[in-house]
C-alpha cells in the first residue's frame, strides 16, 4: 500500500508540474518581452487564430533587435508536430504497407531542416536567431526572473530554476515545449476529413474527386509524402510522412540572403543545420510540413515564394513542363531550371510521380477543374469543423465496450 500511496503521489506531482509548465508556456508563447525589440513574441509568426500558421501573407517574418531584419525561412505550422518522429537518416516505418523493411531516407525532425527533436529545442532557436526575437540567453533569463509568469516556472521546477541563465533559458525552452503538447491546442483533429474519416459528416462530390485525385498515383500523388488514410490501428493521418526531400522550389529573389548570388538555402546540409554541411546527398532537402490547416496559410514552401495554394499544386503539375513559369533567367534570358540549387545537387532533385514524366510539351495529369478539385479537398482539412477530437470519443467507446477489439489510439 505505501509503494502504490508513492506511486500516486509522484504522479499527481508530475501532472502538476507538467500543468504549470504548460500555464507558464502558454505565457510565454505570447510575452514580446522576450524579444530583444520588446515587440515580438512567438504567437507573431504562429498566429493561433491561423493555427499556429504565419498571420499575414508575407514571404518571411521580419525580426531582429528593430524588427527591420527579413527571416531566412517562412514559418511552418506548429501544429501536428506531435506525429514527427526523431530525424534518422534512415527511417524505417511503413505501418500502412506492414513492411518495416523500407528505407524512406532522411525522415524526422523538427524546423524546414530536421535539426532539433523536442518541442523545447525548437523553442530555443527562435529566442537568440540575430533576425528572429535576437535576444540572448542573459536577455531572457533576466526578464523570466521579473515576468508574472516566472512564478510558475519556480513552482514547477525549484525555487533556484530561474538563478543561473542557462538554466532559466532551459527552463523557458521546456515550458515552451510543454505548451506545443497540448494535444487540444496543437493536434486537435477537428477537421471536416476527421468527421468523414469517423462516420460524422460526408465529403461534397467536388472534395471527394479532390481526395480521390489526391491518393491517386497517376494524378496528383499527393499521399506518397502526405499521407491521407488511417494507419493500421486506426491512427488519424497525419498528412506528412516528415520526410525529407528535394523538391527543387524557385529561388525567392525577395529573401535578402538571396541577393547575394553565391548563396543557397540547402536545408538539411546548411546553413542553419551545420552537422551535415558538405554532405552533397543531403543538400537541398526540407522537411515535409502536415497540410493539415494548410489551407489557412498565406505563404507556402520553406522559402515562402508562393501566396496562392492553387499555384503549389500546379508547380507540383508543371515544374519541368513550364518551367520558364517558374524559374528565373540567366542574363540571355534563358531559364535557368531549379535556379536555387547548385547543380551538382540536382541528382537529389525528387523525380516520383507527378514529376517522373514531365518535359517541356507534356501534358499535366490533371485538368484545371481537376485542380480545383484538389484545392477543395485541401480545404476539409482545416481544424475547427468539429468541437473535439473524434477519434478520443471513438476510443472511449471502445474502452467501455469489450466486444469491440479494434485497437484506436
Known amino acids: 500500500m505505501r509503494a502504490d500511496a508513492g506511486a500516486a503521489m509522484a504522479w499527481a506531482q508530475a501532472r502538476e508540474r507538467a500543468s504549470l509548465l504548460r500555464a507558464a508556456g502558454r505565457a510565454i508563447f505570447f510575452d514580446p518581452a522576450l524579444s530583444a525589440s520588446g515587440r515580438q513574441s512567438c504567437a507573431s509568426c504562429h498566429d493561433p487564430a491561423r493555427r499556429y500558421n504565419p498571420p499575414n501573407a508575407r514571404d518571411v517574418q521580419m525580426g531582429g533587435p528593430a524588427l527591420r531584419d527579413p527571416g531566412l525561412r517562412a514559418p511552418p505550422t506548429l501544429t501536428y508536430l506531435d ?14 504497407e506492414a513492411d518495416n523493411s523500407i528505407d524512406n531516407g532522411p525522415t524526422g525532425g523538427l524546423t524546414w531542416d530536421g535539426r532539433v527533436d523536442t518541442g523545447a529545442a525548437q523553442a530555443a532557436i527562435p529566442l537568440t536567431s540575430a533576425f528572429e526575437m535576437a535576444n540572448t540567453q542573459a536577455g531572457v533569463a533576466r526578464t523570466a526572473r ?3 509568469w516566472g512564478a510558475l516556472l519556480r513552482k514547477a521546477l525549484g525555487k533556484g530554476a530561474l538563478d543561473d541563465d542557462e538554466r532559466a533559458f532551459a527552463a523557458i525552452a521546456r515550458a515552451l515545449g510543454a505548451f506545443e503538447e497540448d494535444a487540444d491546442e496543437f493536434a486537435p483533429y477537428t477537421s471536416k476529413y476527421d468527421a468523414y474519416l469517423t462516420g460524422h459528416a460526408q465529403l461534397s462530390a467536388q472534395e471527394q474527386r479532390g481526395l480521390a485525385l489526391f491518393n491517386d498515383e ?39 540572403r ?25 543538400c537541398g532537402l526540407f522537411r515535409t510540413p502536415t497540410l493539415r490547416n494548410v489551407a489557412l496559410r498565406s505563404t507556402f514552401f520553406h522559402n515562402g515564394k508562393f501566396h496562392d495554394l492553387r499555384d503549389v499544386v500546379e508547380l507540383y503539375l508543371t515544374r519541368d513542363i513550364t518551367p520558364e513559369r517558374w524559374y528565373g533567367k540567366d542574363a540571355s534570358g534563358k531559364t535557368v531550371p531549379y535556379d536555387d540549387l547548385p547543380a551538382r545537387y540536382h541528382a537529389n532533385i525528387n523525380r516520383d510521380p507527378p514529376f517522373d514524366d514531365q518535359h517541356p510539351g507534356a ?8 485542380i480545383d478539385d484538389v484545392v477543395a479537398f485541401l480545404k476539409t482539412l482545416t481544424d475547427g469543423w468539429l468541437k473535439s477530437n473524434p477519434y478520443r470519443e471513438e476510443r472511449e467507446r471502445a474502452n467501455s465496450n469489450p466486444i469491440q477489439t479494434r485497437n484506436l489510439r
Open 218 to 256: 497517376r494524378k496528383g500523388n499527393c499521399a506518397q509524402c502526405h499521407l491521407s488514410q488511417r494507419g493500421l490501428d486506426g491512427t488519424p493521418p497525419a498528412f506528412s510522412d516528415y520526410g525529407l526531400i528535394a523538391l527543387a522550389v524557385p529561388r525567392n529573389a525577395n529573401i535578402m
Open 258 to 282: 538571396n541577393r547575394d548570388p553565391a548563396f543557397f538555402d540547402l536545408g538539411a546540409c546548411g546553413p542553419e543545420r551545420k552537422d551535415k554541411i558538405g554532405q552533397a546527398d543531403y
Open 146 to 148: 521579473h515576468a508574472p
Open 83 to 96: 506525429r514527427a518522429p526523431p530525424y534518422d537518416n534512415h527511417h524505417y516505418d511503413s505501418e500502412d
Open 363 to 370: 501534358t499535366p495529369r490533371m485538368s484545371d477543374s481537376e
